[in-house]
């Protein structure tokens, strides 16, 4: 791949993605797949101003190695360090870019009730010292290709041809491969930003779904929550891209209010495993039944990681027609296949889609219906066929979506 088109790409994700702010610090979680490429993106956020450029590096195979040798017990204990890390950060606030690299297969194998516990006894010491930062800070998950990850893609390509394939793919789904990326985000963003706002005038109660795959759904909103999309803001009023690549525009949905079943229609990747073929059946707001072809109990893990996961935190509106769904490729990485088409979350949902979040604590937000988790997993539900249409306070029907895309 071209190094100038790298530099607009790696100048993307530190100007428009986390948007730089003159001596903020800036904390890079990368990989060890593209080193080349981090640098290309630690430079960029030096240029925009940042004081203090950091990289958290992670090695996935280390990881699995990790989860089958240590004891629970050690690996469950949030070290001392640790914690003032966490702490100096909430303190501090830094800018944080995640560089998503990991191969999807990854971690299988690996003893799954291991890593839940795991992460059910760390969540309670990490959480208030997250809560301290949530809305103050900018954040931005992007991608770079990892070896494993683009020989998942492509199978059928050398090491070579592969990594440079899913190059070419993650720059053109990112709007990142033209000759002002930054320009091409400020277009997308306007857009993102009308519908929004059409949304928004609605002041919907309800979101009914429909496809013949099986998904008969329909899901309550809360009516002080407002769609949104694209660019965000933080408390303070800096403007970020949380995701490259992005084509959603989004809810948080209230809490206890969801029904019938929802058929997913790609791969999820989760904890380094793919979930294939499932579905999963809502009653009063909760998760009753899941059902999946593989990993079928992995799924089941998912949602009984606390009392939240079996819970909705998100609604998502993705066109069918979306560069990624028309690349004709599934990543096998949920930040690209839930930016293919419509998808849902469960686990957490978004304070910043409360209006007024910013005068609002997180508790108040969380009465309002915005659900807590520690988890928060994305499934795609996007069809040919799907249709979505919300309904007013007054049982008035708007389409929102017919045949998979955009009705208005």
Known sequence: MKKTVLQNYARLIARKGVNVQKNQDVVIRADLNQPEFVKMVAEECYKAGARLVS???????????????????????????SIKKLEHRADTLPAMIYLESEDPDGLKGINQ???AEVQQKQYPIIKPIRDRMENKYQWCIAAVPGE???KKVFPHLRKSAAIEKLWEMILYTSRADGSDPVAAWDEHNADLSARCKYLNSIHATELRY??????????GLIPEAIFAGGEEGTVSGTLYN???PSEEVYTSPMRGKAEGTVVATRPLSYRGELIENFSVTFKDGKVTCVKAEKNEELLRS??????????????ALVPYDSPIRNSEITFFN????????CHLALGAGFENCIEGFETKTLEECHKLGVNDSMIHVDF????????IDAVDKDGKLYPIFRDGNWAF
């Open 148 to 150: 494993k990850w683009a």
């Open 210 to 219: 429909h496809s013949s795959n099986g998904t008969d759904f329909k899901v």
């Open 113 to 115: 009730k291991k890593v």
């Open 334 to 341: 949920t930040l690209f296949d839930e930016n293919a088409c």
């Open 55 to 81: 990289v958290d590096w992670s090695y996935q195979p280390m990881a699995k190695v990790t989860y089958r040798h240590c004891k629970t017990s050690v690996l469950s204990k949030v070290e001392e360090w």
């Open 302 to 315: 998912m949602i009984s990681m606390d009392e939240g996961a079996s819970y909705l935190g998100e609604c």
């Open 242 to 244: 949380p995701n490259i």
């Open 380 to 387: 795609m539900i996007g069809s040919p066929d799907l249709s």
